[in-house]
């Protein structure tokens, strides 16, 4: 849940939502520390109830810090994962079982690139993720694709914990596979009934078809973008590792 602004920008020339957006960016080791130095600030602005919420936020895990740096650090990045959610969820609505299996390769491929920028970032920060902790930073991104509440938590930027995805990414086929229709003998329509049902049934295909264009579309740009972005770190690594030897 989103926090409600509740202050105005006092002496220190940061509202209460901004100094709570730093909070969650520190590192977790540092967390409390800097918490108490903020609800000063904000008490020495007399900003009485923002001094309040700030002394109630919890320190994150080491996951949930890593996947609120992410957010923050690679906001154009991050924006384009969440319209990629968006669009998996509306196509996973309506595809058939081959359409899904596609997709679900793609975005496999895209939470195992984000999630090692996530860890990138946190070591440049000064904290290595253990395997765990990238597991779960894993499992937060996932949700993100695949559950809105999840994604618009994340967008928040002020996870506390590692968020866990569904059990399947929701689609309606699964509904459908479960309780089969026994066939029934219907009586017979009049021809334009029947006219109307297939229009609606081509319709209803076509709808499907763009869907399913739209999320390969979105989930090509992003894993484009990501490999880029891995190549890009791979050239800075080396450059960096080079200036290294020549100094030593």
């Known amino acids: 849940m989103i926090t409600q602004r509740v202050d105005a920008p006092g002496r220190g020339g940061h509202d209460v939502e901004g100094l709570l957006d730093e909070l969650y960016a520190?590192?977790?080791?540092?967390?409390?520390?800097?918490?108490?130095e903020l609800a000063a600030e904000a008490k020495a602005d007399g900003r009485v109830e923002g001094a309040r919420q700030i002394r109630a936020a919890r320190r994150p895990t080491l996951a949930a810090w890593a996947a609120n740096l992410l957010l923050r650090s690679e906001p154009a990045e991050s924006q384009r994962f969440l319209e990629l959610g968006r669009a998996l969820r509306g196509a996973y609505r309506s595809l058939d079982a081959d359409g899904i299996k596609e997709l679900s390769d793609q975005r496999s491929s895209i939470v195992s690139a984000l999630s090692r920028q996530a860890a990138a970032l946190a070591r440049e920060a000064g904290h290595r993720l253990s395997g765990a902790a990238q597991q779960d930073v894993v499992s937060t991104l996932?949700?993100?694709?695949?559950?809105?509440?999840?994604?618009?938590r994340w967008?928040?930027?002020?996870?506390?914990?590692?968020?866990?995805?569904p059990a399947e990414f929701p689609?309606?086929?699964?509904?459908?596979?479960?309780?089969?229709?026994?066939?029934?003998?219907?009586?017979?329509?009049?021809?334009?009934?029947?006219?109307?049902?297939?229009?609606?049934?081509?319709k209803r295909r076509r709808q499907r078809?763009?869907?399913?264009a739209q999320a390969r579309k979105a989930a090509a740009m992003a894993d484009q973008?990501?490999?880029?972005?891995r190549a890009e770190q791979a050239d800075a690594d080396a450059s960096l590792q080079q200036a290294r030897n020549l100094h030593a």
């Open 26 to 36: 520190t590192p977790p080791t540092d967390f409390v520390s800097r918490r108490e």
């Open 142 to 152: 996932r949700a993100v694709l695949a559950d809105q509440d999840a994604a618009d």
């Open 155 to 165: 967008a928040a930027g002020r996870l506390e914990s590692a968020l866990t995805p």
């Open 171 to 202: 689609s309606g086929i699964a509904a459908t596979a479960e309780a089969p229709q026994k066939p029934t003998r219907a009586p017979t329509a009049p021809r334009s009934s029947r006219t109307r049902a297939k229009d609606e049934l081509a």
């Open 209 to 212: 078809q763009e869907q399913l």
């Open 225 to 229: 973008q990501f490999r880029r972005q």
